[in-house]
């Protein structure tokens, strides 16, 4: 079993940044994609942005320049690293992980966290 707890959420003003972490424990030799989920208010849930085993990210069009995603192994903690935020992005973000890409958003979930930006 693989257990992720997600930190890092909260109020910001618009333009602020904001990082989220998501440490995994157990077992997490299953993991070799991760990424980050959010969902806002009457929308489906999205995915925001994904990294593999050996570090290639992938982030969705509308936080392109805005969002990083990192994973640092030795903590078996990914990082979420939003700058210049919107409003728009204001939702609850959640952390995924799986043994494939094809699987992420199947397999394993952590808690979500609520992520507010003011304008």
């Known amino acids: 079993q693989v257990q992720l707890v997600v930190s890092g959420g909260g109020l910001v003003q618009a333009g602020g940044p904001l990082r989220l972490s998501c440490a995994a424990s157990?077992?997490?030799?299953?993991?070799?994609?991760l990424g980050w989920y959010r969902q806002a208010p009457g929308k489906q849930r999205e995915l925001v942005a994904i990294?593999?085993?050996?570090?290639?990210?992938n982030v969705a069009d509308s936080v392109n320049g805005r969002f990083t995603i990192s994973r640092d192994n030795a903590k078996n903690t990914v990082y979420l690293q939003m700058n210049n935020l919107k409003p728009e992005d204001t939702a609850v973000y959640y952390c995924?992980?799986?043994?494939?890409?094809?699987?992420?958003?199947?397999?394993?979930w952590g808690q979500g966290t609520q992520v507010t930006v003011s304008s």
């Open positions: 990294i593999n085993s050996v570090g290639s990210t």
């Open positions: 157990g077992s997490i030799f299953r993991l070799n994609v």
């Open positions: 995924a992980a799986a043994k494939e890409r094809r699987t992420l958003g199947s397999e394993y």
